[in-house]
Nanobody, 121 residues
Framework: QVQLVESGGGLVQPGGSLRLSCAASGFTLAYYAIGWYRQAPGKEREAVSCISSSDGRTYYADSVKGRFTISRDNAKNTVYLQMNSLKPEDSAHYYC??????????????WGQGTQVTVSS
């Protein structure tokens, strides 16, 4: 089955860390630029970060710059989002998707089901 599957979400206290994973099955993730999006209830979907396919160049929204790190392991067919110094406003459903760089705009291709991140004390 061709799909993206996210994992790693959960409940964490403010200041804590989580690492999200985006695993591809049925296709080779290395050929695609992949991005992370998030959406909280009542808010617009926001592009958080993305990584190119060719040279691994990374891009971040201002709201997460310096706290989040995107990376990819092509041998594992997986893209990661390391999230540190989490804030309550980072709470959202996080999705990974095929995107275009450097805009991180969804390209209309692969899109996962998402994983929930809740930052609360």
């Amino acid at each position: 089955q061709v799909q993206l599957v996210e994992s790693g979400g959960g409940l964490v206290q403010p200041g804590g860390s989580l690492r999200l994973s985006c695993a591809a099955s049925g296709f080779t993730l290395a050929y695609y630029a992949i991005g992370w999006y998030r959406q909280a209830p009542g808010k617009e979907r926001e592009a958080v970060s993305c990584i190119s396919s060719s040279d691994g160049r990374t891009y971040y929204a201002d709201s997460v710059k310096g706290r989040f790190t995107i990376s990819r392991d092509n041998a594992k067919n997986t893209v990661y989002l390391q999230m540190n110094s989490l804030k309550p406003e980072d709470s959202a459903h996080y999705y990974c998707a095929e995107v275009s760089v450097p805009t991180c705009r969804y390209s209309g291709g692969y899109w996962g089901q998402g994983t929930q991140v809740t930052v609360s004390s």
